[in-house]
């Protein structure tokens, strides 16, 4: 059974800081990683993806992908109060049928 | 929501009564996917398809059927519905391929009483 694992929270951090968001898997075959940040009553919604072993960086957002430890990150600097959301991991494995199998997310609360 | 419409968006139904969800894509998108979302589980895998009258079980699939019969539409029956299967349902799509990001609907909350 393939396991995505995260702190549930929340993570309080004050505006202007950096939020970090940690996630681990235990299947050593995933392919595929990605965040989804979730606003609550909303549907998940796609903020990044990352493949290769290192550091993908957009706007704000960078996430970190370490495949030798099974740890993926995400990074938002500069974070707002409008990121207060619930952000969920998700992995994806090698197989062409593979299906994306999440974390249970970790709430992140940014206060002004 | 990249051109995916789920329907019902709220749903109160009777304990034993058959229930059905649907989920409608404008993108062509090759697969589709129904997940549910409980506080403490997050979001789990119920059935998926990998095209027309392709279909396979996911985490969750018990007391759950699918059908896909065109491209854009899939459904997600409950055959006799039960308070357990209260929730918050999403469909999502994809392309093929293990580096294809997933989009997701705007989620259909059902109440079984």
């Known amino acids: 059974q393939k396991e995505v694992e995260q702190n549930s929270g929340p993570l309080s951090v004050p505006e202007g800081a950096i939020a970090s968001l940690n996630c681990t898997y235990s299947d050593r075959g995933s392919q595929s990683f990605f965040w989804y940040r979730q606003y609550s009553g909303k549907s998940p919604e796609l903020i990044m993806s990352?493949?290769?072993?290192g550091d993908k960086e957009d706007g704000r957002f960078t996430a970190q992908l370490n495949k030798a430890s099974q740890y993926v990150s995400l990074l938002i600097r500069d974070s707002q109060p409008s990121d207060s959301a619930t952000y969920l991991c998700a992995v994806k494995g090698r197989s062409g049928y593979s299906t994306l199998t999440f974390g249970k997310g970790t709430m992140l609360l940014v206060s002004p | 929501d990249a051109g995916i419409t789920q329907s019902p968006r709220h749903k109160v139904t009777e304990t034993g009564t058959p229930v059905t969800l649907r989920c409608h894509q404008t993108e062509n998108h090759r697969y589709m996917y129904w997940y549910r979302q409980d506080p403490g589980h997050g979001l789990r895998l119920i059935h998926y398809?990998?095209?027309?009258?392709?279909?396979d079980k996911g985490e969750v699939s018990d007391g759950y059927s699918v059908s896909r019969s065109k491209t854009e539409d899939f459904l997600l029956t409950l055959e006799s519905a039960t308070s357990s299967q209260t929730s918050v349902y999403f469909c999502?799509?994809?392309?093929?391929?293990?580096?294809?990001?997933?989009?997701f609907g705007q989620g259909t909350r059902l109440t079984v009483v």
């Open positions: 398809s990998y095209g027309v009258k392709d279909t």
């Open positions: 999502a799509i994809s392309e093929p391929g293990p580096d294809t990001e997933a989009f």
């Open positions: 990352i493949y290769s072993n």
